[in-house]
């Protein structure tokens, strides 16, 4: 079954990849069953405010995690540094001791792949703790604003 997975993958962790899949599936179950043994309701819909909240929020998380400076120790178990790469940011690679850290490591050096799970998380704290989902974003919006204030008055000063 081994050399199926490493012909497939042609050298990608597919056991890590799954392993991710699997923990993401996981954890929504567990929030749609914490949902329903707690009678918490899913909304209507949700307001064009608070997608566009999540989305800015989800970006700055994002970032935060995977490419910040300052949060490097948290991923340092799972990625090589490389080199700066940019304001505040580092370019990291995933470890590829074993497939589990490597799939970990593309995750936490991945925006995009980051975005997904953030988005999720946020999504459903604003149904279980709308007001606290809703500070938090907020402060991670207006920390991406501000970040994009800065960039432009750097670019203004050159």
Known sequence: MRKIWQAY???RPLPGYLLAIG???ALAGAVSVAGRLTGVRLPERFSLRDTALVGVATHKASRLLTKEAVTSPLRAPF????APAGHAELRE???DDHPA?????????CPFCAGVWIASGLTAG???APRL???????????AASDALNLAYDKLKS
Do not use: D, W
């Open 23 to 25: 923990s993401y599936a």
């Open 9 to 11: 993958g042609e050298g």
């Open 126 to 128: 604003l149904v279980f």
């Open 133 to 143: 989902t809703r500070l938090v974003a907020t402060a991670l919006t207006a920390v």
């Open 93 to 95: 690679s995933p470890r």
């Open 79 to 82: 990625t090589r540094y490389e």
């Open 101 to 109: 850290q490597h799939a970990i490591g593309e995750l936490l050096t």
